[in-house]
Antibody, heavy 119, light 107 residues
Framework: VQLQESDPGLVKPSQTLSLTCTVSGGSINSGDYYWSWIRQPPGEGLEWIGYIFYTGSTYYNPSLKSRLMISVDTSNNQFSLKLSSVTAADTAMYYC????????????WGQGTLVTVSS | DIQMTQSPSSLSASVGDRVTITCRASQSISTYLNWYQQKPGKAPILLIYVASTLQSGVPARFSGSGSGTGFTLTISSLQPEDIATYYCQQTYSSPLTFGQGTKVEIK
């Protein structure tokens, strides 16, 4: 299984950040896994954003919940993130990853995409 | 939220040394603890899950132990390719949280 994030690049403050993760080499339609977003500000540690099951059930980090929406497109084997009202604090490398619904690990991860929030 | 605290924040060791990284949880998390390795400019990779199970393909020099609030990641014989930052992660309760990372360098 491989995961690949889209590349939105630069996002202006107050706008909505949109990312898509494309899953290849396996189906997103599996109850054994969930599909997650994690981010890492430059030079800092990892922050879990949220995850989604193929059924559409979602789990969000409460710190981002009011601005966050994660969705799944099973027909295209993709899942997506939308984060609204972004600020410079949302500048980070964004990773998508597959999560195990049984043992709760993240593997594999996508290569990551750097999103910069700047006017 | 469960806070994960790693120590040390960085370490320098020689090739062949035994290296131990500690991760402490702010409350008991049973064995819901994973370890990841992140090399510079790369995405993290899973090393160990449920505290002590080695992920397939990971060299046997890596091992994990612990339960409750205290956990360790051990590299039995440090190799040059082990230069990376290591993160622990708890999956006991939401929000899932990571330690701040331990940077391992070669002396």
């Amino acid at each position: 299984v491989q995961l690949q994030e889209s590349d939105p690049g630069l996002v202006k403050p107050s706008q909505t950040l949109s990312l898509t993760c494309t899953v290849s080499g396996g189906s997103i339609n599996s109850g054994d896994y969930y599909w997650s977003w994690i981010r890492q500000p430059p030079g800092e540690g990892l922050e879990w954003i949220g995850y989604i099951f193929y059924t559409g059930s979602t789990y969000y980090n409460p710190s981002l919940k009011s601005r966050l929406m994660i969705s799944v497109d099973t027909s295209n084997n993709q899942f997506s993130l939308k984060l609204s009202s972004v600020t410079a604090a949302d500048t980070a490398m964004y990773y998508c990853a597959r999560g195990s619904n049984i043992e709760n690990w993240f593997d594999p991860w996508g290569q990551g995409t750097l999103v910069t929030v700047s006017s | 939220d469960i806070q994960m605290t790693q120590s040390p924040s960085s370490l320098s060791a020689s090739v062949g040394d035994r290296v131990t990284i500690t991760c402490r949880a702010s409350q008991s998390i049973s064995t819901y603890l994973n370890w990841y390795q992140q090399k510079p400019g790369k995405a993290p990779i899973l090393l160990i899950y449920v505290a002590s199970t080695l992920q397939s393909g990971v060299p046997a020099r890596f091992s994990g132990s612990g339960s409750g609030t205290g956990f360790t990641l051990t590299i039995s014989s440090l190799q040059p390719e082990d230069i990376a930052t290591y993160y622990c992660q708890q999956t006991y309760s939401s929000p899932l949280t990571f330690g701040q990372g331990t940077k391992v360098e070669i002396k």
